[in-house]
């Protein structure tokens, strides 16, 4: 069981590029979020789905796009990078309506905009 | 959004029982309460979740009082790789949001 498996692990980007970073899980999970987790910081949250086709942004969504048209697939899509989104990127699935369950996570992207 | 708050850091020493808690004041009547590890360049771990009274498990215990605007989290006899942070979480929901507070960073010493 593979549970929450990100793409890419490590990532360089350049000011003004895009990219797409990916989760996916297979634990059939209706919720999924994103966070992103400076160094020393706690977690903040991205940008969340209930369900396949319901998106919704959390604290900090500015620079940031997501869609999800599976259960499976949660992509989170960076446009024009800028310096402060270096970060860790984290993604987390639970089951439930309303969730009532522990979040499992991903292991995590790096992203580093220079 | 039901913010929590935590200590900054604690200290330990090996074999000790640590209690970290978490304020939740403004957590909602289906609020369930749950706590996670996280260790440096992982992702958060799920230890625990509760929802009132007593909740143990083979790794922790969890308090949580009547009011259930904090929780407690316990954890029996720590080893050094007890050290990480420690993070509580009440996920909402009536929205899906959830928000971390900063975390606990638990120091275990030999």
């Known amino acids: 069981n593979a549970g929450v498996t990100q793409t890419p692990k490590f990532r360089i980007l350049k000011i003004g590029q895009s990219m797409t970073l990916q989760c996916t899980q297979d634990m059939n999970h209706n919720y999924m979020y994103w966070y992103r987790q400076d160094p020393g910081m706690g977690l903040k949250l991205i940008y969340y789905?209930?369900?396949?086709?319901?998106?919704d942004k959390g604290e900090v969504p500015n620079g940031y796009n997501v869609s999800r048209s599976t259960t499976e697939d949660f992509p989170l899509r960076l446009e024009l990078a800028a310096p402060s989104q270096t970060s860790v990127y984290f993604c987390?699935?639970?089951?439930?309506?309303?969730?009532?369950?522990?979040?499992?996570f991903g292991s995590g992207t790096r992203l580093t905009v220079v | 959004l039901a913010k929590t708050t935590q200590p900054i850091s604690m200290d330990s020493y090996e074999g000790q029982e640590v209690n970290i808690t978490c304020s939740h004041n403004?957590?909602?009547?289906?609020?369930?309460i749950t706590w996670y590890q996280q260790f440096p360049s992982q992702g958060p771990r799920f230890i625990i979740q509760?929802?009132?009274t007593k909740v143990t498990n083979e790794v922790a215990s969890l308090f949580i009082p009547a009011d259930r605007k904090s929780s407690t989290l316990s954890l029996p006899r720590v080893s050094l790789s007890d050290t990480a942070v420690y993070y509580c979480l009440v996920p909402n929901t009536n929205a899906g949001k959830s928000t971390f507070g900063d975390g606990t960073t638990l120091t275990v010493k030999p």
């Open positions: 789905s209930v369900g396949a086709g319901i998106t």
């Open positions: 509760g929802y009132k």
């Open positions: 403004n957590i909602a009547t289906n609020d369930y």
């Open positions: 987390a699935s639970t089951s439930g309506s309303p969730p009532t369950g522990g979040y499992t």
